[in-house]
């Protein structure tokens, strides 16, 4: 118990010092689990959530020829000739982004989209900082909403067996998509007041063609065979992985065959570290539970009982905040959305309170400062190009009120919704 414990921590300390080879740390831990026997060789497999896993990868591929169709620029080129002035089309590009990251990864969202608003900027003569970093806090924001957004939301389903309809409705109430939607108009309100100045009319835009509907309509199958899938396969266990891997495998033979035609080279952007990564967290969590890790500090939570569940509560979800505003919220997640479910069943509340609140708390958190995430770091790279240097304290000037605004909105609509009292 001590031995896996250990390791767990120092795998989790290397991740929070570097952003780089997070995957070399991950099986560095857990080679050194095997080594001093925290862990056994088959445990590795079944460790392993392959269902997530395969939801994931699907993902990621679906994400590529999606990307590939161009509809994402049509649909933002058509946004911005339909906004009445400057403003109104920053806000405009902003829900977007927010709105297409529900689907796809929010670092692949920010990439797409910061080009056009960079180029509004330049024609406007503005500063791009405030939509480039509304652009990553909004997509970081909107990646819990549904079962295929983000990796968190994976591992909540995968905890919870949620199938991909309860991420809309649960136990008879509206579930976190709509929690999370309610939080993101809190946060949306305080990003138009960095550009309720802008008021300078636009000229049109040319609008790009969409290349193909292909993509749409697979991601579509995807979502059609996602929503059947806890009558199929109540135990999370086959069905979603196999479904979402079926869709992306087809639309990259799609993409292969129709790139040949056209005599263009197409080179593979599969993201094959962040999935080496979540495999091995996988196995490092699995090695908590089984060592019995989780349960002793379950166990030693039982003090709890009692107490205030509003307190109790709160502190997950403001904790989860803090935490994740500085380092990676996955294994953060992973390790602890065990002990929140499980001392969900010690205290006597309903598990989808603090399970959301840890899902809401970690996610939002990282909107904060330029280290919390991902696309954060790949905005504030965007802009260093575009020569304008983005220090810590510019970056929590937008981040921080908007991630309080939603934060403590989609805090308050939980609690009304899951809390006890309801």
Same mark, same amino acid.
């Given at each position: 118990?001590? /031995?896996?414990s250990?390791?767990?921590?120092? !795998?989790?300390?290397?991740?929070?010092?570097?952003?780089?080879?997070?995957?070399?740390?991950?099986?560095?831990?857990?080679?050194?689990?095997?080594?001093?026997?925290?862990? =056994?060789?088959?445990?590795?497999?079944?460790?392993?959530?392959?269902n997530?896993?395969g939801?994931?990868?699907?993902?990621?591929?679906?994400?590529?020829?999606?990307?590939?169709?161009?509809?994402?620029?049509?649909?933002?080129?058509?946004?911005?000739?339909?906004?009445?002035?400057?403003?109104?089309?920053? +806000?405009?590009i902003?829900?977007?982004?927010? #709105?297409?990251?529900?689907?796809?990864?929010?670092?692949?969202t920010?990439? %797409?989209?910061?080009?056009?608003?960079?180029q509004?900027?330049?024609k406007?003569?503005?500063?791009?900082?405030? @939509?480039?970093?509304?652009?990553?806090?909004?997509?970081?924001?909107?990646?819990?909403?549904?079962? &295929?957004?983000?990796?968190?939301? +994976?591992?909540?389903?995968?905890?919870?067996?949620?199938?991909?309809?309860?991420?809309?409705w649960? $136990?008879?109430?509206?579930? %976190?998509?709509?929690?999370?939607?309610?939080? *993101?108009?809190?946060?949306?309100?305080?990003?138009?007041?960095? #550009?309720?100045?802008? /008021?300078?009319?636009?000229?049109?835009?040319?609008?790009?063609?969409?290349?193909?509907?292909?993509?749409m309509?697979?991601?579509?199958?995807?979502?059609?065979?996602?929503?059947? +899938?806890?009558?199929?396969?109540?135990?999370?266990?086959?069905f979603?992985?196999?479904?979402?891997?079926?869709?992306?495998?087809?639309?990259?033979?799609?993409?292969? %065959?129709?790139?040949?035609?056209?005599?263009?080279?197409?080179?593979?952007?599969?993201? #094959?570290?962040? !999935?080496?990564?979540? +495999?091995?967290?996988?196995?490092?969590?699995?090695?908590?539970? $089984?060592?019995?890790?989780?349960?002793?500090?379950?166990?030693?939570?039982?003090?709890?009982k009692?107490?205030?569940?509003?307190?109790?509560?709160?502190?997950?979800?403001?904790?989860?905040? &803090?935490?994740?505003?500085?380092?990676?919220?996955?294994? =953060? &997640?992973?390790?602890?959305?065990?002990?929140?479910?499980?001392?969900?069943?010690?205290?006597?509340?309903?598990?989808?309170?603090?399970?959301f609140?840890?899902?809401?708390g970690?996610?939002?958190?990282?909107?904060?400062?330029?280290?919390?995430?991902?696309?954060?770091?790949?905005?504030i790279g &965007?802009?260093?190009?575009?020569?304008?240097?983005v220090?810590?304290?510019?970056? @929590? /000037?937008?981040?921080?009120?908007?991630?309080? *605004?939603?934060?403590?909105?989609?805090?308050?609509?939980?609690?009304?919704? =899951?809390g006890?009292?309801?």
């Open positions: 118990m001590l /031995r896996g250990i390791v767990f921590l120092m !795998v989790y300390i290397g991740l929070v010092l570097s952003n780089k080879n997070r995957w070399l740390i991950a099986w560095g831990g857990v080679a050194a689990a095997l080594i001093i026997r925290a862990l =056994y060789p088959a445990e590795i497999f079944h460790g392993i959530h392959w997530v896993i939801i994931f990868a699907g993902s990621l591929l679906l994400a590529e020829t999606f990307i590939y169709s161009k509809m994402p620029e049509t649909i933002s080129d058509q946004l911005i000739n339909k906004s009445p002035n400057l403003g109104a089309a920053f +806000m405009a902003i829900v977007f982004a927010s #709105f297409f990251s529900i689907f796809l990864d929010n670092v692949i920010v990439l %797409i989209i910061a080009p056009i608003a960079l509004l900027t330049r406007a003569g503005v500063s791009p900082v405030p @939509v480039i970093i509304g652009l990553a806090i909004s997509s970081n924001l909107q990646g819990m909403a549904i079962l &295929i957004g983000d990796t968190p939301s +994976m591992l909540l389903a995968a905890k919870m067996r949620l199938g991909f309809l309860e991420f809309f649960y $136990q008879g109430r509206p579930s %976190i998509f709509w929690i999370v939607q309610i939080g *993101a108009l809190a946060g949306f309100f305080v990003l138009y007041w960095f #550009f309720r100045g802008d /008021r300078q009319k636009l000229q049109q835009l040319e609008v790009t063609p969409v290349r193909s509907w292909v993509p309509w697979l991601i579509l199958l995807a979502i059609v065979l996602l929503s059947f +899938m806890t009558k199929i396969d109540p135990g999370f266990s086959w979603g992985g196999t479904a979402c891997m079926g869709a992306g495998v087809g639309g990259f033979i799609w993409q292969s %065959i129709r790139a040949r035609k056209e005599k263009e080279k197409i080179s593979c952007k599969f993201d #094959f570290e962040t !999935v080496a990564f979540l +495999m091995a967290i996988f196995v490092l969590v699995h090695m908590l539970v $089984q060592r019995g890790v989780v349960e002793l500090l379950i166990n030693n939570l039982e003090g709890l009692g107490k205030n569940i509003f307190v109790i509560y709160s502190v997950i979800v403001w904790f989860s905040v &803090i935490v994740s505003s500085f380092i990676d919220n996955i294994p =953060y &997640i992973a390790a602890m959305l065990p002990l929140v479910t499980g001392l969900s069943t010690s205290l006597g509340v309903n598990p989808a309170l603090l399970a609140g840890l899902l809401i970690s996610c939002m958190g990282g909107n904060i400062t330029p280290i919390g995430a991902t696309a954060n770091l790949v905005a &965007i802009l260093r190009r575009e020569g304008r240097e220090s810590f304290g510019d970056f @929590v /000037r937008v981040g921080l009120p908007f991630t309080v *605004a939603a934060t403590a909105t989609a805090w308050i609509v939980l609690w009304w919704i =899951y006890p009292a309801v």
